[in-house]
């Protein structure tokens, strides 16, 4: 009904940028907040970034001023920009949404499939 298709994870060196993308497709009514999570071997997933459907965006403080969320709301999509990498960011990054399907009255929450990204030192 609804799926979330992420792309642009890779390996880069250490200081490079990547740019990942998830883009929303199905029966749509309207998408609420998007994010990404990431999750690295060993460890809990965690919150990166969100952005609300008017823009409003917050970073965890690892990725602040490194990272940068961002949205196109006629393409369903969301981006992270992923700037001066380091080898800590090394994980499988994941693109979530609330999204409202065309035939409820709710918004869920859908999960992408994960994008690995590793950076090396």
């Known amino acids: 009904q609804v799926q979330l298709v992420e792309s642009g994870g890779g390996l880069v060196q250490a200081g490079g940028s990547l740019r990942l993308s998830c883009a929303a497709s199905?029966?749509?009514?309207?998408?609420?907040?998007m994010r990404w999570y990431r999750q690295a071997p060993g460890r809990q997933r965690e919150l990166v970034a969100a952005?609300?459907?008017?823009?409003?965006?917050n970073y965890a403080d690892s990725v602040k001023d490194r990272f940068t969320i961002a949205r196109d709301n006629a393409k369903n999509t969301v981006y992270l920009q992923m700037n001066s990498l380091k080898p800590e960011d090394t994980a499988v990054y994941y693109c979530n949404a609330d999204v409202r399907a065309t035939i409820l009255r709710k918004y869920d929450g859908y999960w992408g499939q994960g994008t690995q990204v590793t950076v090396s030192s």
């Open positions: 952005i609300t459907s008017g823009g409003s965006t």
């Open positions: 199905g029966n749509i009514r309207s998408i609420n907040a």
